[in-house]
């Protein structure tokens, strides 16, 4: 079984900084492409940033410049870098990593989601 344990979120006056990490444990073959979404109350779930298994990156347009995602194979972790925070980045962050594993002698592949952590973005 497969966990995401997310860590990092909190309280941050805009300006300010905040990293969010996600580790992954269970049976893990391999890690694929890892992002990062958020979901703020009313919204729908959106992606905030992506990165492939080849290191290629992608990040929704108001964060570009601001986030960056960065990855930990050894760790089974991906990281987000959040500075110059605003009101408008609140919202519940998840992790999705997608995660292969060794079934009846091939690989498949899962993408599973962390529990989610609270970013909130007040003076």
């Known amino acids: 079984q497969v966990q995401l344990v997310e860590s990092g979120g909190g309280l941050v006056q805009p300006g300010g900084s905040l990293r969010l990490s996600c580790a992954a444990s269970g049976s893990i073959f391999g890690l694929n492409a890892m992002a990062w979404y958020r979901q703020a109350p009313g919204n729908q779930r959106e992606l905030v940033a992506g990165i492939t298994s080849g290191g290629s990156t992608n990040y929704e347009e108001s964060v570009k410049g601001r986030f960056t995602i960065s990855r930990d194979y050894a760790k089974n972790t991906v990281n987000l870098q959040m500075s110059s925070l605003r009101a408008e980045d609140t919202a519940v962050y998840y992790c999705?990593?997608?995660?292969?594993?060794?079934?009846?002698?091939?690989?498949?592949?899962?993408?599973?989601w962390g529990q989610g952590t609270q970013v909130t973005v007040s003076s």
């Open positions: 999705n990593i997608e995660i292969s594993y060794i079934a009846n002698g091939r690989r498949l592949s899962n993408a599973y």
